[in-house]
C-alpha cells in the first residue's frame, strides 16, 4: 500500500493515549460551549480560536507525514471539526461519497487532508470510508445528494460504481491516531448506529505553488497559514 497508488494512508500514530484523553476533553469544553448542533459541522476554522486545534494542525507526526506527501514547503488551509452523535440502529446521519477539493477553487487541486480521531472511530459509529486508488482520474461530477442526512456543506456527492462500492474499505482509528488522504480520493462514512459520538478534526494542507482561481463552496476565499518551509509563489 503507497499513498501515490491508493490515494491514501491510514493509522499513522499522532497522540498518546495520554494526549488524546487531554484533547478530547478539550474538546468536550469547546462542545459544552457552543452546543452539539454547531459542534456537529459548524466548527470551521477554529485554529484561529482555539489554541488546541492549532497545536494539532502544526503536529509534527502530521506535518512530517504531509511534507513526505507535498514537499517541504506548504499552507494549512483550512480546519474543520466533523461530529457524528451515536443515534442507535435507526441513524440517518452520514457523509456521502466525495472528493475533498471538488469545490475549493484551487489551480492545480492539489490538497491533502489529515483526519485525526478525537474519538475512537470504528465501524459501529461511523469511521471513515473509502475508495483505493479513486484519486488517480482527478476531479468527478458531483451531484445533489438525494438521500436525507448528508453532513456534507453543500449536500454533494459523487456516483460511483457497483465495482467502486465493492472496492470501498473503512478506515478505523483509536483516538489519537490519523489518517491521511489525497484531496481528490473518493470517501464518505456510514451512519453512527452506536451510541458513541464519532468526532474527527479534518486538517486540509497544500503546496506553496497552488493558487486560488474561484471562490470557495462558502463563496470565499482563503487564508491560508505557512506551516513548513518558505512560499516562494506569494499566490495567497
Not at 476531479?139 to 460504481?161: C, D, F, K, Y
Request: with cysteine; hydrophobic share 45%; glycine share 8%.
Amino acid at each position: 500500500m503507497s499513498f501515490v497508488h491508493d490515494g491514501f494512508i491510514a493509522a499513522l500514530p499522532v497522540l498518546s493515549p495520554t494526549e488524546a484523553a487531554v484533547v478530547r476533553a478539550q474538546f468536550d469544553a469547546l462542545e459544552a460551549h457552543v452546543g452539539q448542533e454547531t459542534a456537529q459541522i459548524g466548527l470551521l476554522d477554529r485554529h484561529t480560536t482555539e489554541p488546541f486545534i492549532a497545536t494539532l494542525a502544526a503536529h509534527p507526526a502530521i506535518l512530517d507525514a504531509v511534507e513526505s506527501i507535498l514537499g517541504p514547503d506548504f499552507f494549512l488551509l483550512a480546519t474543520h471539526v466533523f461530529c457524528k452523535y451515536g443515534e442507535g440502529e435507526t441513524a440517518a446521519t452520514f457523509v456521502a461519497w466525495h472528493q475533498d477539493v471538488t469545490y475549493w477553487g484551487l489551480e492545480p487541486p492539489v490538497a491533502v487532508t489529515a483526519w485525526l480521531a478525537i474519538d475512537d472511530a470504528d465501524t459501529k459509529n461511523g469511521c471513515m470510508r473509502v475508495i483505493p486508488g479513486s484519486h488517480t482520474a482527478g476531479i468527478r461530477g458531483h451531484t445533489t445528494a438525494m438521500q436525507p442526512g448528508n453532513l456534507l456543506s453543500i449536500n454533494q456527492e459523487v456516483l460511483i460504481s457497483a465495482d467502486e462500492e465493492v472496492r470501498a474499505i473503512d478506515l478505523p482509528l483509536a483516538a489519537g491516531f490519523a489518517s491521511l488522504h489525497d484531496g481528490c480520493l473518493i470517501h464518505g462514512s456510514l451512519p453512527n448506529t452506536s451510541t458513541r459520538r464519532r468526532c474527527g478534526l479534518t486538517l486540509r494542507y497544500i503546496p506553496t505553488h497552488v493558487a486560488q482561481s474561484a471562490t470557495n463552496s462558502q463563496g470565499k476565499r482563503w487564508s491560508p497559514i505557512l506551516v513548513r518551509g518558505v512560499d516562494r509563489f506569494q499566490n495567497f
